[in-house]
């Protein structure tokens, strides 16, 4: 079945970066577009990025336009949301998630077929 594995969240301080990555395995990667979403507490899941199959095609949320950068790895079948000059309201759980369709590009959290377990990220201010 298809798996998907969040790794990289952690602590830092507002200003700083961090990198995540998603490894996905059960799936042909190339085949999907994947996406990041984010959750904080006590509010609802919201989109933060995706990526078409080969990465010619991207898309941010307006909150994180210009600091996070999504990209992909299609021999690894990784997806990496690499993300700079972090802001304390980006605390959040974040999610990779695959869609089946290489451009299948929405941000519609009900669309996307497989989620990963989440990884924390916290950005004291």
């Known amino acids: 079945q298809v798996q998907l594995v969040e790794s990289g969240g952690g602590l830092v301080q507002a200003g700083g970066s961090l990198r995540l990555s998603c490894a996905a395995s059960g799936l042909t990667f190339s085949s999907y577009t994947m996406g990041w979403f984010r959750q904080a507490p006590g509010k609802e899941r919201e989109f933060v990025a995706h990526?078409?199959?080969?990465?010619?095609?991207?898309y941010y949320a307006d909150s994180v336009k210009g600091r996070f950068t999504i990209s992909r790895d299609n021999a690894k079948s990784t997806v990496y949301l690499q993300m700079n000059s972090l802001k304390p309201e980006d605390t959040a759980v974040y999610y990779c998630?695959?869609?089946?369709?290489?451009?299948?590009?929405?941000?519609?959290?009900?669309?996307?077929?497989?989620w990963g377990q989440g990884t924390q990220v916290t950005v004291s201010s």
């Open positions: 998630a695959a869609v089946r369709g290489r451009l299948a590009l929405t941000t519609t959290s009900t669309r996307y077929d497989s």
């Open positions: 990526i078409n199959w080969d990465g010619a095609y991207t």
